[in-house]
């Protein structure tokens, strides 16, 4: 079985960098896609980004110019940095396995997620 | 704005059949995926694909698409199924994934 896990600040200042990472058990991150995805308290559910089973990324053209998504295959563990935050980053952020099969894609492996919340 | 686009909310009779929607250009290429979220919980992959379940999924949970349409059908809606529903699927483009708005079900 599958088991992700979020760890991170749980408050971020300002205009400063968000950073978390995502501890994968039961499974490894060397085949696969992981993502990253974030909802605001009460609102739906966002997508940001995968980096898959070669290191490969792929971001949501709306953040890409603040995301990148790393990998330790050491540590079998990914994370996330969003730069530049403001007070609209303030979200539950989960990690998710993607799973891709031609026109079939789904997350079927989910972490519980972590409330950043961003002030000054 | 989202590039899918769901009911924010339906009702449906204990024990009665229920079909959720969800609408966008993307889903004519690519199949949608529906998520079950409860309070305070991460949300639940229940259908992937064509029409398929993960493990531990009931089978009143069932998916089906038309053109730009996609469909979750919970037959025989029980109490426990009451939560908000999200699909998603591939963007038009290939290069990102999409989520719906979210529909909120209530079990009356």
């Known amino acids: 079985q599958v088991q992700l896990q979020e760890s991170g600040p749980g408050l971020v200042k300002t205009s400063e960098t968000l950073s978390l990472t995502c501890t994968v058990s039961?499974?490894?991150?060397?085949?696969?896609?992981w993502s990253w995805i974030r909802q605001p308290p009460g609102k739906g559910l966002e997508w940001i980004g995968y980096?898959?089973?070669?290191?490969?990324?792929n971001y949501n053209p709306s953040l890409k110019s603040r995301v990148t998504i790393s990998e330790d295959t050491s540590k079998n563990q990914f994370s996330l940095k969003l730069s530049s935050v403001t007070a609209a980053d303030t979200a539950f952020y989960y990690c998710?396995?993607?799973?891709?099969?031609?026109?079939?894609?789904?997350?079927?492996?989910w972490g519980q997620g972590t409330l950043v919340t961003v002030s000054s | 704005s989202s590039d899918l686009t769901q009911d924010p909310a339906v009702s449906v009779a204990l024990g009665q059949t229920v079909r959720i929607t969800c609408q966008g250009d993307?889903?004519?290429?690519?199949?949608a995926s529906w998520y079950q979220q409860k309070p305070g919980q991460a949300p639940l992959l229940v259908i992937y694909?064509?029409?398929n379940r993960p493990s531990g999924i009931p089978d009143r949970f069932s998916g089906s698409s038309s053109g730009n349409t996609a469909s979750l059908t919970i037959t025989g809606a029980q109490a426990e199924d009451e939560a908000d529903f999200y699909c998603?699927?591939?963007?038009?483009?290939?290069?990102?994934?999409?989520f719906g708005g979210g529909t909120k079900l209530t079990v009356l």
């Open positions: 998710a396995r993607l799973t891709i099969v031609e026109a079939t894609t789904g997350f079927d492996y």
């Open positions: 039961g499974g490894s991150i060397s085949s696969d896609y």
């Open positions: 980096i898959s089973y070669s290191g490969r990324t």
């Open positions: 993307s889903l004519r290429s690519y199949y």
């Open positions: 694909g064509k029409n």
């Open positions: 998603n699927s591939r963007h038009n483009n290939g290069n990102h994934w999409v």
